[in-house]
């Protein structure tokens, strides 16, 4: 199928361009093209005078509406989880399965290649866990929290084929085997939920780890006699980084900071979940966080257009840089940069449109274009 978006602000992804429009055919950008130069004859779509941006990609979510992968890890809860992410303008995601039994890690990664199979929207499986540091397990259930072996690595990359995409890991927990294992199968290592020293996690960076999950969260902080993990973050000229900007995970000014010293290395995640009473991951919402039985913080409330929003009211971060926090970088931490992430010739029509508020009006995947 062949249209011309138009009547619409374009966010590139490097580029603001007013009066353009979007050229699609067949699932990818043909071309991006000024108003006057955009062809004739050819099927038109108004955009309502709305912007559009690439198609948002969130790494760690959980659950939405009611189901949390935690509990049900099942091509069910996928199609749920996907369908409230693209509903936000997000096209891409990973569903995040947080530290817990062998058995339901195992099916996670199986439920996983299973939908990979049959529904567009899943990026694929984030492990969180189970090879984390008991001393900054956060809200993770230490009963599941184990020694990480190559035979377990095996295991994992067994069953779950080429859908494990990205996973957690306290680097001073793990062996240089573990990691290179990892790394060969081309699976993003993310640091976190760990206390190591700054020395033990720039170790890590240099050795293979290329993230760190969640910011500030369930990691060793910054300090002046010992910068911990924070500062191996900032410190590093390759390591990327996750963030939660709700103002409730870490303060707005720190997400500016951190934003002005990584710069394109910083992410946006939304580490939403979902109301729950079963399983061992049992949520319950307080204003906008999620907190658990013993009401420790357990996860956000947050979309990611929220999270964007935060980060130009509160942090003064510029939109466009915001919407590159949510789509370009962590297609680039994926090595998907080359389809993903911008608006431009050959790539994949994933997009969304959005009104001044970044409210969500259209979502698009491979050009299929939806109104909400």
């Not at 004859?41 to 709305?50: H, N, P, S």
């Not at 990205?166 to 990691?179: G, Q």
Request: net charge negative; proline share 4%; glycine share 8%.
């Amino acid at each position: 199928m062949r249209y011309l978006l138009r009547n619409c602000l374009v966010y590139t992804g490097s580029t603001l361009l007013p009066h353009h429009t979007l050229l699609v055919k067949d699932g990818l950008i043909e071309a991006v093209l000024p108003e006057v130069a955009a062809p004739t004859d050819v099927l038109t779509v108004d955009a309502q005078g709305l912007s559009v941006a690439p198609g948002l990609l969130d790494l760690q979510v959980y659950g939405a509406a009611g189901e949390l992968f935690s509990v049900t890890p099942s091509p069910g809860a996928l199609t749920t989880l996907c369908s409230h992410a693209f509903r936000h303008g997000t096209t891409g995601v990973l569903a995040t399965m947080p530290t817990n039994s062998w058995a339901l890690m195992r099916q996670a990664l199986e439920a996983g290649q299973e939908f990979c199979r049959q529904q567009p929207g899943l990026l694929g499986i984030h492990l969180e866990g189970p090879f984390i540091n008991p001393a900054k397990k956060g809200a993770h259930q230490a009963e599941f929290i184990r020694e990480a072996t190559v035979a377990d690595v095996e295991e994992l990359l067994a069953l779950a084929g080429r859908t494990l995409k990205m996973m957690t890991l306290a680097p001073e927990m793990v062996s240089a085997a573990v990691v290179a294992r990892l790394r060969a199968a081309d699976v993003v290592l993310s640091a976190g939920h760990s206390n190591a020293t700054f020395a033990q996690a720039a170790a890590g960076f240099r050795q293979g780890f290329t993230a760190a999950t969640h910011l500030f969260n369930a990691m060793s902080a910054l300090q002046g006699r010992e910068p911990g993990m924070v500062g191996a973050v900032y410190d590093s000229a390759t390591a990327y980084a996750s963030i939660i900007a709700d103002g409730v995970h870490c303060d707005f000014a720190a997400v500016r900071i951190s934003q002005k010293i990584l710069q394109e290395r910083l992410f946006l995640i939304t580490d939403a979940v979902t109301d729950s009473q079963q399983g061992a991951y049992q949520f319950q919402r307080e204003a906008n966080r999620y907190v658990d039985a013993q009401g420790t913080l357990a996860g956000s409330a947050l979309t990611l257009p929220q999270a964007i929003r935060n980060c130009v009211q509160h942090a003064g971060i510029p939109l466009e840089e915001a919407l590159r926090m949510a789509s370009l970088y962590p297609a680039q931490l994926l090595g998907l940069d080359h389809e993903l992430g911008y608006l431009s010739s050959t790539y994949r029509a994933d997009f969304w449109l959005f009104d001044e508020h970044l409210t969500p009006h259209a979502t698009a995947r491979a050009g299929e274009l939806v109104w909400h």
